[in-house]
């Protein structure tokens, strides 16, 4: 387990701020202060006994200030800039002056904006939503929670159902899998060849996003876990009355959540759902951020 890693001498000498995020932050927070670094925490929900060696402080502005490195959330920052945090957060320079000089920023994905602040102040954005290592480990409970709203949403068994994985990412594989055991008749919309072969070798149907389109009206659930807009208003057009429909994807998103409400389905944005098993997701983030903090303490 990554708690009971022995880490070296110059991680002391650091101050962590944890700025933003959910459940899965307590437990970044914990292996945090399990380094020995000072570990500052704010803007996610704090248990009623507590973080062992972890200060909360009272504002995003306390507690980042004088940071060498700041953690933010893995889920993408919304389209008005604001991280993923139980309260209202821009990371602009106003905010990020407070840290120190020389200092880094270590987050799933940033937006336009925090990166030209930190280009202004010198400070480094280091970004992890890609690692496939990372994505794999915590693909499980995202997995887990999304069979719960299926489960919730609909009057149907997910056996026997037919469902539309839009994406065949890391999340999308593992997704894939699991439907074809649970027995619903999947098929995988992809543009790359090698993700629809590997539909294939998991036991499901392939084709590729433009197909989507004329088959739109066969699928009892479509999902899609491309953070980018593929299931668009010509898309839902052809679905079938009141079927469920489920964007897995970071901002922004690659579902017309909207448009299909407007339409009569059910349509569910399913973010952060690493809230599932925050434990787990937790310490498979901690890996990746702990990969990126070695190389630049080294």
Same mark, same amino acid.
């Not at 990020?96 to 270590?106: A, D």
């Not at 070798?201 to 197909?211: H, K, N, P, V, Y």
């Given at each position: 387990m990554a708690a009971e890693i022995k880490y070296p001498e110059k991680w002391k000498e650091i101050k962590i701020a944890i700025l933003g995020g959910d459940d899965r932050e307590q437990e970044i927070a914990r292996l945090a202060a399990s380094t020995g670094a000072t570990v500052t925490a704010f803007g996610f929900p704090w248990p009623e006994d507590g973080i062992a060696g972890v200060q909360q402080a009272n504002s995003?502005?306390?507690?980042?200030?004088?940071?060498?490195?700041?953690?933010?959330? @893995?889920?993408?920052?919304?389209?008005? $800039?604001?991280?993923?945090? #139980?309260?209202?957060?821009?990371?602009?320079? #106003?905010?990020?002056?407070? =840290?120190?000089?020389?200092?880094?920023? @270590?987050? $799933?994905?940033? #937006?336009? /904006?925090?990166?030209?602040? *930190?280009?202004?102040?010198?400070? $480094?954005?280091?970004?992890?939503?890609?690692?496939?290592?990372?994505?794999?480990?915590?693909?499980?409970?995202?997995?887990?929670?999304?069979?719960?709203? @299926?489960?919730?949403?609909? *009057?149907?068994?997910?056996?026997?159902?037919?469902?539309?994985?839009?994406?065949? /990412?890391?999340?999308?594989?593992?997704?894939?899998?699991?439907?074809? /055991?649970?027995?619903?008749?999947?098929?995988?919309?992809?543009?790359?060849?090698?993700?629809?072969?590997?539909?294939?070798?998991? $036991?499901?149907?392939? =084709?590729?996003?433009?197909?989507?389109?004329?088959?739109a009206g066969s699928f009892d659930i479509v999902m899609s876990s491309v953070p980018a807009p593929v299931v668009t208003s010509g898309i839902i057009d052809g679905f079938a009355p009141g079927i469920l429909v489920m964007d897995l994807a970071a901002p922004p998103g690659g579902v017309d959540l909207p448009y299909a409400r407007q339409k009569g389905h059910t349509a569910i944005w399913a973010r952060a759902l690493g809230r599932r098993a925050p434990i787990t997701v937790g310490e498979s983030q901690w890996v990746g951020i702990t990969k990126i903090m070695n190389e630049l303490l080294r």
């Open positions: 995003a502005e306390e507690c980042i200030e004088g940071a060498d490195f700041c953690f933010m959330p @893995i889920p993408g920052i919304a389209l008005d $800039g604001s991280l993923f945090a #139980d309260e209202k957060i821009i990371p602009r320079q #106003d905010l990020l002056s407070r =840290m120190n000089q020389n200092s880094h920023i @270590i987050l $799933g994905k940033a #937006d336009l /904006g925090l990166k030209e602040a *930190a280009q202004a102040l010198n400070i $480094g954005i280091h970004e992890y939503e890609h690692d496939n290592e990372l994505m794999l480990l915590r693909a499980p409970a995202i997995v887990e929670a999304a069979l719960r709203i @299926i489960i919730e949403n609909t *009057a149907f068994t997910i056996h026997n159902a037919k469902i539309c994985i839009v994406g065949m /990412g890391n999340v999308g594989s593992v997704l894939c899998k699991t439907l074809v /055991g649970l027995g619903a008749h999947v098929t995988v919309a992809a543009r790359n060849p090698v993700q629809r072969a590997l539909a294939y070798t998991l $036991g499901a149907e392939s =084709m590729t996003l433009g197909q989507l389109n004329n088959s």
